[in-house]
C-alpha cells in the first residue's frame, strides 16, 4: 500500500472509558501504540485486517465515505473494544520540520540553564534562611547540576534557623494547634531530631487524633525501616477521626495479598467518608456482585469522585439495556449490554449478549459473532490469525 493510502488510517482513537490507541506512520509503515503496547508495526494481511508484531493483536478499520478511517477495532484472543478517531496528527515528519523541533528543545533547554543561574543565589539565600526544607534541596541540585562551589546546606545558620521555627511553633503546638505540631515535627526531624519529632507526632496522631500527623508519622516509621511499626499505627488508628489509616492499611494488605484483611479496611475506610477506597470497591465487585458495586459507586460519586460518578452513569445504563434487551428483545440494548460486559465483565456473558442481539437482528453483533468463529475454527486447525 502507498504512503499516502497509509496516511488514512494514522490518528488518534479513543474509546468511552478514555483508553487511547495511537497509530503513526514511520519509514513507510505503520505502528501502533497503546497503554499495553509501547509500540509495534502493522502488517496488513490477505484479508484487510491489519496484523500487530509480536502480539496476537488484531486491527480493524472502519473507513468512512472520505476514505480516512472513522474508527478502529482492536481485537485480541479474548476480547475486541471499539476506538473512534480523534485527530490525524502522527504522520510522518519531514527533516526540516525534524530540525526545528531540535533547535526549540535547545532553545528552551539552554533558557532554563540560565533560569538556574539568576536564581541560584536566591534560592540558597532562602534555604539558609530556613524558609523551608524544599529550597535546600532545590539549591543542592543546583550546585551539582551547575558544578559551581559545594556549599552546606545544612549550614549552622540554616540549623539555627529551623531550630528557631521549631520553637516559633512549640507555643502554638502546646496550645492545640496541631498543623503547627506537623511543622515543628517536621523540622525537628530536619535537624536530625527524630526521637524527638516522633514524640511530638505521636501526641498529634494517637491523643489528638489529628489525620497529616498519622500519615506524616507513618512515613517516619518507613523511612526508619520500622515497617512493622507503621503497620501497628495504621491498625490503631483506623477510625472515624483518621481514616486514611484504614485506606493505608487495605493497600499494604492487598500488596502482601491478604485479600480478605484488604476488603475489611477498605469497608472501614469506605465507611469512614474515603471516597477512593468506596470507587476501589465499587471497581472490584464490578464484575462479580454488579449491584453491590453500583452502591459502592454511587457512594464514592457522593462525595465527588469524578471517575466513579461516570461509571456509575455505564452500570445505570447497562442495568436499563439489560431490562430491554430481555423484555422488549432490543438487538441494539443486548448489544451494548454485551459491550459492557466485555469492557467490565465475562467474556462468555459478553458472547451471549451478542448473540442474542444477533438473534434479534442486529448485524454488527452478528458480524462480530462471526469473526469470532471464524478465528476460533483458525486456532482449532493450527493456523496463526495474525498471518491469513
Partial sequence: MSKDGLNAYVGVYKQNDGNTFVITLENGDLYLKTSEIHKEKCILRADGLFGVENTKAVLSFQMASSGIAQSVTFILPDRQTVATRSNSVFVEQSFLSKFKELIVALLVFFALVGMLFVLSGPIQKACEKGIHPLFCQVASMNSRFLNTTKKDYNSEEAIASYKQITEDTKEACLDGDQESCLLMAKNLWKIADKEKAIKVLKNSCLKEKYSPSCQQLKDFYIQLGQSTKATS????????????????????LDKKDEKAQAIKYFNKACEFGVEESCFHLGKLYLKVERILSLDY??????????QACALVKKVESFFLHKEKCLKEKSG?????????????????????????????????????????????????SGKKVETL
Fill in 233 to 252: 499505627l495504621l491498625i490503631e488508628t483506623c477510625n472515624e477521626q483518621t481514616p486514611q489509616s484504614c485506606y493505608d492499611l487495605a493497600w499494604s
Fill in 297 to 306: 459507586l454511587k457512594k464514592a460519586c457522593d462525595r465527588y469522585h469524578r
Fill in 332 to 380: 441494539q440494548s443486548c448489544f451494548l449490554m454485551a459491550s459492557f460486559e466485555q469492557d467490565y465483565g465475562l467474556e462468555s456473558l459478553a458472547l451471549k449478549a451478542y448473540q442474542e442481539s444477533c438473534d434479534y437482528g442486529y448485524q454488527l453483533a452478528c458480524n462480530i459473532l462471526k469473526d469470532k468463529e471464524a478465528r476460533k475454527k483458525l486456532r482449532e
